[in-house]
């Protein structure tokens, strides 16, 4: 298990956070080994719960930052970079993975003859599945943390 004192700061700050919320996902939090820089950074995989996919959710704490991905093709930023980057990114960020993981914003990644286009999210409190467009030639694939979603849409004929 990994020592939550040896995390940095930020990380640690950060940890507290979502190890209150979910403190099953300590088993999956290691030093992120894909840092260089800040060796003290934070790295949690959480397998997916539907398939036990290991490209389940990531969230890591590098660089005075949060980033959140899913699968292969997703991620999103919060703080000092990121998109997200309000005055309480730890708390933005904790919504986002909230939101996330009871089905309230779900993935949308978009391919063209299996070559990845562009990943985006979808708050389903504010948008609906029948909104997203998908372009000839074009298939995109719905992801969501339990699988409700789940789904690949194609073009509608005439488009």
């Given at each position: ?8 700061d930020h990380s640690r700050q950060f940890a507290t956070r979502v190890f209150r ?35 389940g959710l990531f969230i890591t704490t590098s660089e005075w930052e949060i980033s ?60 609906t599945l029948d909104e997203v467009e998908v372009g000839p030639g074009e298939m ?20």
């Amino acid at each position: 298990m990994i020592d939550l004192d040896r995390l940095n700061d930020h990380s640690r700050q950060f940890a507290t956070r979502v190890f209150r919320r979910w403190p099953e996902w300590v088993q999956h939090a290691r030093f992120d080994p894909y840092e260089d820089f800040e060796k003290e950074a934070l790295l949690i995989e959480v397998p997916r719960p539907v398939d036990g996919s290991t490209h389940g959710l990531f969230i890591t704490t590098s660089e005075w930052e949060i980033s959140v991905g899913f699968g292969e093709n997703f991620h999103t930023r919060f703080g000092t970079s990121g998109e997200n980057s309000g005055e309480d990114f730890y708390g933005d960020a904790m919504k986002f993975i909230s939101d996330f993981v009871e089905e309230r914003m779900i993935v949308a990644i978009a391919y063209q003859e299996n070559e990845w286009l562009g990943s985006w999210k979808i708050d389903l409190e504010k948008e609906t599945l029948d909104e997203v467009e998908v372009g000839p030639g074009e298939m995109v694939k719905i992801r969501s943390w339990l699988g409700t979603y789940d789904r690949e849409l194609y073009p509608t004929e005439g488009t």
